[in-house]
């Protein structure tokens, strides 16, 4: 049996007592407005508590299930440092209304016996709102040896994952095969968390019926086991996980606020929802587009000619970090390696584009 079916049954069973409850002073109602009524009080009982039952049938689940649900997704996307102030800042509004209650009691009426719950409230809810917003430097006060600075945030946050930050990883960086690359050269200093749900996910596209999609889903296992053979590189595949949500991207994003850590990964979509949500991110193609090679027109180097370009004349050729050189009159050169001078350099959405001529 279901807990939906449960709780409608429990439904009719309350509000069928609560309709028959009701429907004796509904009968004297009804025969006062109309005198002549012969209908006897056990049928209007009857009536109501078949009309509650119904109703309670329907609605119960709308007032029990949908409700928590919503609070236990909603208290999963919340981490548990803010959880634990917020209920500081609640027992705190209580406590200062409480002490308000009694000389607001004193008011003449109605004010004396409405305004201490209205003061329960407000306070109770500044009370929250105020410990929630300003939690780091509450932190800050409980911890009177903390640094207040960013450094000193980070040495704490890595001290307490056992000497590392943590960087959860998404599918889509350990499909790209460049994270083994970055973390053996240790300019990605922490320890990289692996979620099972993301691990499932990566088995799934190796699985896929798409020739192209099994083929990068088994180059990413190929990456995650040298990850894990590579002893200088820090790999935990971890169990946790966010309950009450089901997309990948989310419960990433849900994780990640959760543990204060970033998120390494390639995706777009899941970068920009991160970084709406005030969640670091790690990209791998802006590392790529920032350390390319930078170059000033006026510079000479040496270029093999590939193929030719779209405008009549023109030759291209590829630097080392995969930037396109498109060379003017370099037609005439196609399969030469030779000398060229930068005229000019583009940036654009798709990466960094330079115009050269032979030399």
């Known amino acids: 049996m279901s807990v939906d079916l449960i709780f ?54 709308y007032i029990t299930i949908k409700p928590m649900g919503a609070l236990r997704k909603f208290l999963s996307a919340v981490s548990a440092q803010t959880l634990v102030f917020g209920i500081f800042g609640l027992i705190v509004g209580l406590i200062l209304s409480a002490l308000l209650a009694y000389p607001i009691s004193l008011l003449p009426e109605p004010f004396g016996s409405i305004l201490p719950f209205i003061a329960v409230l407000i306070f109770g809810y500044l009370g929250v709102i105020l410990f929630v917003a300003r939690q780091n430097d509450l932190r800050t006060i409980f911890r009177p040896g903390q640094r207040s600075n960013v450094l000193g945030e980070e040495q704490d946050q890595n001290a307490a994952s056992g000497g590392a930050q943590r960087i959860l990883v998404d599918t889509s960086s350990i499909i790209d095969g460049r994270i083994y690359d970055i973390a053996r050269t240790g300019f990605m200093p922490g320890r990289l968390l692996i979620p099972r749900f993301v691990l499932n996910e990566l088995q799934y596209v190796s699985d896929s019926a798409d020739n192209l999609r099994r083929q990068r889903g088994r180059r990413g296992m190929e990456v995650l086991s040298e990850l894990q053979k590579d002893p200088s590189i820090p790999v935990t595949i971890t169990d946790i ?32 929802v991160a970084e709406l949500q005030g969640v670091s991110v790690l990209n791998v193609n802006e590392l790529a587009n920032a350390v390319k090679s930078i170059l000033l027109p006026g510079e000479s180097l040496k270029m093999k000619i590939i193929q030719e370009g779209k405008e009549y004349g023109q030759g291209v050729g590829y630097m080392e970090d995969g930037t396109m050189v498109v060379v003017e009159g370099g037609h005439e050169f196609i399969g030469k390696t030779i000398s060229i001078v930068v005229t000019k350099v583009l940036q654009t959405a798709a990466g960094r584009m330079i115009f050269a001529k032979p030399e």
């Open 241 to 272: 996980d966010v309950e009450g949500v089901r997309e990948v991207d989310e419960r990433l994003v849900v994780l990640a606020r959760q543990l204060s850590c970033p998120i390494l990964t390639n995706d777009y979509n899941l970068n920009r």
């Open 8 to 61: 409608r049954i429990i439904g009719i069973i309350v509000f069928g007592a609560l309709g028959g409850f009701l429907g004796e002073p509904l009968g004297y109602f009804t025969q006062r407005l109309w005198a002549s009524s012969p209908q006897l009080i056990l049928f209007y009982q009857i009536l109501s508590t078949l009309i509650f039952a119904i109703l309670g049938f329907f609605i119960m689940p």
